[in-house]
């Protein structure tokens, strides 16, 4: 079975400029597919910026799912014969979601909208997702598996569940597009290896640089493999692109062998979820 190889574009965001974001898109999604990647992961909000003030100054620039943005990453992906994951505001009526899509010549392959919301920018102002956590099967030329991709968006990965639940449902790659900010390095440095490493899954997180309103945006994107291991690992705060190869039976084989019969963990197996009611008890 071959690799997939993906990647994670560390870039910088003009603030409701959605017209320049594309454009940046677009010239990395180039030099990431001209490396081989077939999936390109892009940061949290990345078409329209984060650090937004009030409901209107977001609304103003959110998008439906059909609307301008989503439609020329489509056409972009069509052709380069390739997929992109990124980051929107989602206007939906007169709400605001802070989601994320996968996208391919064949249109939206599936959308997430963020669940877990910080007092931050503008998830001050955003509903949040009442979606459960899915896994999609993206199918990719010349591979006899689909490859399973799960998605959350930054503040996301701070609860364990939500990509535990993305392994339970089958997930082989859990994408993270966030806008991590100062104060967040231990974040970035610890909880996607550990996010990986406890469901032995491949974990990309891929974050953004840049400026707004004061918020210096710290880089640090990564993917690592279902031992925790970095593949790559953009420890700065410079444009950058990581990458990283899938192994689909890797993330698969959860039960893992030391030593038969005497050093053996199973990933789903050993759990004991009879024990952990709190977790989902009323608080």
Known sequence: ??????AGVQMDIQLANASANLASMQS?????????????????????????????????????????SVTQMIEACGDLSTHAIFGFLERDADQIFNSVVCVGSEGIVSKYRKVHLPTLG????????DNEFEVFDLNLDGHDQPLRIGMNICYDCS????ARVLTLKGADLIALPTNWPP????????IPNTRALENNVYFAAVNRIGTERGFEFIGKSKICDP?????????????AIVYGEIDVAFARRKH?????????????????????????GAQ
Do not use: W
Not at 41 to 64: L, R
Not at 159 to 162: D, G, H, R
């Open 183 to 190: 104060g967040s390095g231990l974040v970035a440095d610890v």
């Open 227 to 239: 031992l925790g291991r970095e593949l790559d690992f953009a420890n700065h705060r410079d444009d």
């Open 1 to 6: 079975m071959s690799l997939i190889k993906i």
């Open 28 to 68: 990395h999604l180039q030099t990431s597919v001209a490396a081989g990647a077939e999936l390109t992961i892009f940061p949290e909000c990345t078409i329209t910026g984060y650090c937004f003030e009030s409901h209107d100054e977001a609304m103003a620039v959110a998008e439906a799912c059909d609307g301008s």
């Open 159 to 162: 609860f364990p569940e939500s």
């Open 122 to 129: 503008v998830d001050n102002f955003t509903t949040p997702g």
């Open 256 to 280: 893992l062998v030391a030593v038969p019969g005497k050093h053996e963990v199973h990933r789903i197996e050993d759990r004991r979820p009879d024990t952990y009611g709190p977790i989902v």
